[in-house]
């Protein structure tokens, strides 16, 4: 039921009572009054009658008729015996036989010298009669009147305060209703405005003019503040939190009690190999390996696991997990991967580089111990000399190699681009390499096409790009083979490539030739004076031109390293 109903129901009730006791108070008090004056006329009347008696007794019954007809009441008298002397409903003459009245209270006063009024309904005539009796006559002289005119008047009393208690009724509940609707459409607006709260929209705020409603109205605008403050605050907290799982390099995986992923970022699904709008299962069924399954088991039993590293689908992930303080669980996945590889390249590298430095060093001082030990002859001490001098230069281009790769690599190299004419440099490069023996056997040839005369980069890196590539396609070109520059335009730039005729390279090798000290045949290299950091070089040198590198070989079918520059 609506607070308007209640308040109309209510006032009706309230209404309904009062017009009900109203009636009741307004029926007795009404009939008390009215009683109490016909008792008091009765009395006085009763009083005139003693005095207007005659001495004569057989003259009462005519009398009595006589002020009965004159005061409209009926009149008997009763003598000390209780037994009826005359009545004025009785015709003149013997009365019949009346039972006695001496047992009737008001006569019973009157004998004993008393006024007796009683209400009852008369035996005689029949009729609900108010009697009041005096002393006199022959001993008691008794009055009635009939109270239907009491009645009367107290029914058309009770009409009219009906009648006014309906109209009251009436304009009481047009009042309540309007008061109820006054009232009951702020808190409807009220209402409103709190579901708006609710449902995070603008709320509209009544104004009613009653204090009360205004107060709470109030204490509802300062709480919408609050809570629209407190709303922002915990928005912005959770875009931040969001954003920072989100943009996190490692994975990050939230589950509820129930074990079921309410949260995981990019990086964990990357890790598990799952799209980004792709259903994940629970977080029990995530992983296949043992490993990770076993992370996961002990911290939904509420263990907290620590720096646990494991291997999925091939990459080397450290897992930490740690139960939530209301169910579920957090779990943080770290790929180790590049880490692992880093550390197995730095391994590599030391040992390639100690290996690097160890075989010309045991060259150079194993002669110098001959040479210190034994005075040599000229031509021999000549020969130990020039093979010191071969080995500590093989040792400086090495470290020449190095210092330039990790210049490179530091960014403390930056290229300075010019337009480089493509014929020119390769001529010049191949003119530096031709000096070599090797190369005499060697046929070379420069093949520039449409678009690729002229390509904007750094002079010198083009130089030493082609004169590593060339040395490189030396070593592996037997004598009669044939070693080309092509240059052509591709895209927005020129593809500048080295193509030989030598003994190419497997499938196997082919990715990771332009690795440092990667040899696809390590014995040949070493024994041609190679430092296996050519290529990584040439890599580094086209990438930090915003270039590209390939290479195309197959074994006993030549190579082709392929450098794309592009323009600027």
């Known amino acids: 039921m609506t607070f308007a109903a209640r308040l109309v129901v209510g006032t009706l009730l309230v209404l309904v009572l009062t017009v009900g006791v109203l009636l009741f108070a307004s029926e007795r008090s009404l009939r008390h009054d009215l009683v109490g004056d016909i008792e008091r006329s009765l009395a006085t009347e009763a009083g005139f009658i003693r ?70 309904q008369s035996e005689t005539v029949g009729r609900t009669l108010l009697y009041v009796a005096v002393p006199g006559g022959p001993g008691a002289i008794r009055i009635a009147a009939d109270l239907s005119q009491v009645d009367e008047i107290v029914s058309r009393a ?49 104004r009613s003019g009653v204090p009360d409603i205004d107060a709470l109205v109030q204490a509802l605008r300062q709480m919408h503040r609050q809570l629209a403050d407190r709303f922002d605050e915990l928005r912005r907290e959770q875009a931040e939190s969001a954003a920072l799982v ?43 390996v043992k490993a990770a399954r076993e992370v996961v088991d002990a911290v939904l039993a509420g263990a907290p696991v620590q720096d646990r590293e494991v291997e999925l689908d091939g990459r080397s992930v450290l897992l930490n997990a740690r139960p939530l303080p209301a169910g579920g669980a957090v779990l943080v996945m770290h790929d180790l991967t590049e880490v692992r590889q880093l550390e197995a390249v730095r391994r590599d590298f030391v040992a390639n580089v100690s290996h690097e430095l160890k075989t010309p060093l045991t060259s150079i001082s194993g002669y110098a111990e001959t040479l210190l030990a034994l005075p040599p002859e000229p031509e021999m001490a000549r020969a130990f000399l020039e093979t010191i001098l071969g080995n500590a230069r093989r040792m400086q281009r090495l470290v020449d190699d190095l210092l330039d790769l990790s210049r490179i690599e530091a960014g403390r190299w930056q290229p300075a681009p010019t337009e480089v004419d493509v014929r020119k440099v ?23 096409e449409s678009g690729g005369e002229k ?114």
């Open 51 to 120: 005095e207007a008696l005659p001495p004569d007794s057989t003259t009462w019954s005519e009398s009595v008729r006589r002020l009965a007809v004159q005061s409209g009441r009926r009149i008997t008298l009763v003598d000390a015996d209780g037994r009826v002397r005359a009545d004025s409903d009785f015709p003149t003459g013997p009365l019949p036989a009346i039972e006695s009245h001496l047992d009737r209270p008001e006569i019973q006063a009157a004998l004993a010298g008393r006024t007796g009024t009683t209400t009852r």
């Open 158 to 206: 009770q009409d009219a305060v009906a009648g006014a208690a309906l109209l009251a009724l009436l304009v009481g509940t047009v009042l309540a209703l309007i008061a109820g609707r006054s009232i009951a459409r702020p808190l409807t607006a009220i209402t409103s405005a709190a579901r708006a709260i609710a449902a995070g929209s603008p709320p509209r705020f009544p």
């Open 246 to 288: 989100e943009s996190m390099v490692e994975g990050v995986i939230a589950a509820d009690e129930r074990g079921r992923i309410a949260t995981a970022n990019p990086a964990a699904r990357r890790l598990l190999g799952y799209d980004p709008l792709d259903p994940l299962p629970d977080l029990a069924e995530l992983f296949r």
């Open 426 to 448: 390769a001529g010049d490069s191949w003119a530096e390499v031709a000096a070599r023996p090797a190369a005499q056997a060697i046929q070379f040839d420069i093949r520039i």
């Open 455 to 568: 390509l904007c980069a750094d002079l010198d890196a083009v130089r030493q790009v082609l004169t590593n590539l060339m040395e490189n396609s030396l070593r592996h070109t037997p004598a009669g083979g044939i070693i080309a520059c092509i240059a052509r335009r591709e895209g927005e730039g020129v593809a500048l490539a080295i193509r030989d005729s030598g003994a190419g390279i497997t499938r196997e090798h082919l990715p990771r030739i332009f690795e440092r000290f990667y040899r696809a045949d390590a014995s040949r290299s070493r024994e041609e004076g190679g430092t296996g950091l050519g290529l990584a070089i040439v890599k580094h040198l086209v990438e930090a031109h915003g270039g590209r590198i390939s290479a195309e070989s197959e074994r006993g079918r030549g190579t082709t390293v392929t450098c794309w520059f592009p323009d600027a």
